[in-house]
């Protein structure tokens, strides 16, 4: 369980994370989360999209270097406190949290939080044991 998670690696030149999105409006494809980090000579776009398998071909095909990721797309109550429930969940069950990042996607009073875990399957049962709700897909 979990979902997809796209990185694409691009050069840091002006306009190419604007390149990335315009492949991916002309392949119809919908972002519901992302996130960028960068470094002085590149960065990593992380998205999650609708349709990944689609994005995947548009972006390889308009000559971007990609990689799919396994993630766990957690939805906490939209309030203080929830995001350090679910932190201390996870450090106490010896879990470690590579990044995080916050969907696009939301209900009323909700939030959805992206989480790349370095041990994916533990961190996902933890999660269904403690009867967090998870997305498994946007």
């Known amino acids: 369980m979990g979902i997809?998670?796209?990185?694409?690696?691009?050069?840091n030149?002006?306009?190419?994370?604007?390149?990335?999105?315009?492949?991916?409006?002309?392949?119809q494809i919908n972002i519901?989360?992302?996130?960028i980090a960068d470094t002085a000579d590149f960065g990593i776009l992380r998205l999650i999209v609708d349709k990944e398998e689609d994005a995947m071909t548009a972006l390889t095909g308009g000559g971007f270097t990609?990689?799919?990721t396994d993630v766990a797309a957690v939805e906490i109550d939209d309030?203080?406190?929830s995001l350090a429930a679910v932190m201390e969940?996870?450090?106490s069950s010896k879990v470690n949290i590579e990044y995080l990042y916050a969907s696009l996607e939301s209900k009323a009073g909700k939030a959805v939080v992206i989480?790349?875990?370095?041990?994916?399957?533990?961190?996902?049962r933890i999660i269904r044991e403690h009867g967090l709700s998870m997305i498994d897909s946007f």
Not at 115 to 124: N, P, R, S, T, W
């Open 4 to 11: 997809k998670q796209i990185s694409v690696f691009l050069e």
């Open 13 to 27: 030149n002006a306009g190419r994370l604007g390149e990335v999105t315009r492949v991916l409006a002309r392949a």
């Open 32 to 35: 519901r989360a992302i996130s």
């Open 66 to 68: 990609t990689r799919i």
């Open 79 to 81: 309030r203080p406190g």
């Open 89 to 91: 969940l996870f450090q």
């Open 115 to 124: 989480f790349k875990l370095a041990d994916h399957e533990l961190g996902l």
